[in-house]
């Protein structure tokens, strides 16, 4: 078997309101959860669970890699939602999307203050 992507757990202040989040964001659906999880599904059968840690959250960053089209209207919902994004890791080009490694991406935080990065090409 090959090594491949399988799951990975988010922290959260409300972990439905952060798979949510997700779900409308990147148009995937819910999945089975069970215990300490609420679970979304991304292709492939990776999944993103999400925990409420009884400690302090500590900012991770998750890159999601879109079509155009699905970009086009994740983009939309942040903007029409109002949230905060920049063009820049660095947050220094707020409400702008940049145009690097041959397609679009845009930095935003989710619910719980993870950066978060959507992008239209992937960098290799």
């Given at each position: 078997?090959t090594?491949t992507?399988?799951h990975t757990i988010i922290?959260?202040?409300?972990r ?9 964001l ?10 300490p999880?609420?679970?979304v ?13 009884p400690v302090e959250i500590?900012m ?9 089209e699905?970009?086009?209207?994740a983009?939309a919902?942040l903007?029409?939602r109002g949230v905060?994004?920049?063009a ?14 041959g ?6 935080k989710?619910p719980a ?12």
């Amino acid at each position: 078997m090959t090594a491949t992507f399988n799951h990975t757990i988010i922290a959260s202040k409300d972990r439905a309101e952060s798979a949510r989040f997700y779900r409308e964001l990147l148009e995937v659906p819910a999945a089975p959860s069970w215990g300490p999880f609420t679970n979304v599904q991304l292709d492939g059968g990776i999944l993103l669970q999400f925990a409420e840690p009884p400690v302090e959250i500590q900012m991770q960053h998750y890159a999601f890699l879109l079509d155009d089209e699905r970009f086009d209207r994740a983009y939309a919902r942040l903007t029409e939602r109002g949230v905060e994004h920049w063009a820049d890791p660095q947050m220094r080009r707020p409400g702008e999307i940049n145009h690097e490694h041959g397609g679009r991406g845009v930095y935003f935080k989710d619910p719980a203050g993870h950066a978060i990065e959507l992008i239209t090409r992937p960098y290799l």
